[in-house]
């Protein structure tokens, strides 16, 4: 059974910094893993998702690193603005059908 | 594209009450998704279609939810009868059947008073 965690729970950072949120999973035979952004009150946007045969994903300041034999993803996010507040969630595939595991999230403030 | 749409935005209803809540996939993806968030328990997958087929239904949580997907288009979620414990915001998301990623629509939150 897949299971997702990801720590911290929370994190403050001041603007301008770099950061990693972490990601890991039990069950290392997985399809995919995507990680999204969710503001409060709204949906999730997709920011990357890595192929099980890829080891990073980037996008601008993001960048979403996978390593299956350890079971984690890493997002990493340079430059952090203000504008990257919110909450920050890994999900892994259950099977090939696409039923996600989602992780509990990281809520991320960046402090101006 | 519109991306995912879902209606409504936000329902307020009595306990007891029947609920539908209403989701169109983005054209052409062959996947749909209803998902549930609560603080308790986070993001749960509650059931999902191929072609507008279920395939899953592990995570529907009793015989009072039921879901339908009538055509490529369209999906609802029924809650019948609605309990306070079923207060929490659902999400529906799509997918194309080659590929992976999954879209989530902006969601309906529920509150059963």
């Known amino acids: 059974k897949q299971e997702v965690t990801q720590i911290p729970a929370a994190l403050s950072v001041p603007e301008g910094e770099n950061l990693v949120l972490n990601c890991s999973f039990t069950?290392?035979?997985?399809?995919?893993l995507q990680w999204f952004r969710q503001d409060p009150g709204k949906g999730l946007t997709s920011l990357l998702l890595i192929q099980s045969s890829q080891r990073e994903q980037t996008s601008g300041r993001l960048n979403a690193s996978l390593d299956k034999s350890s079971g984690r993803s890493t997002l990493y996010i340079a430059a952090s603005q203000p504008g990257d507040s919110a909450t920050y969630l890994c999900?892994?595939?259950?099977?090939?059908?696409?039923?996600?595991?989602f992780g509990q999230g990281t809520e991320l403030s960046v402090k101006p | 594209d519109a991306g995912v749409i879902q209606s409504p935005r936000h329902e307020v209803t009595e306990m007891g009450q029947e609920v539908t809540l209403r989701c169109k996939p983005i054209s052409g993806h062959d996947y749909l998704f209803w998902y549930r968030q609560t603080m308790m328990r986070g993001l749960e997958l509650l059931i999902y279609?191929?072609?507008?087929?279920?395939?899953?239904d592990s995570g529907m949580p009793e015989d009072r939810f039921s879901a339908k997907m009538p055509n490529a288009s369209f999906s609802t979620l029924k809650i019948q009868p609605s309990e306070p414990r079923d207060s929490a915001v659902y999400f529906c998301?799509?997918?194309?059947?080659?590929?992976?990623?999954?879209?989530f629509g902006p969601g309906t939150r529920l509150t059963v008073t």
């Open positions: 999900a892994a595939p259950y099977n090939q059908g696409g039923k996600l595991i």
């Open positions: 069950d290392s035979a997985i399809y995919n």
């Open positions: 998301a799509s997918r194309p059947g080659q590929g992976n990623e999954q879209y």
């Open positions: 279609f191929n072609n507008n087929v279920p395939i899953d």
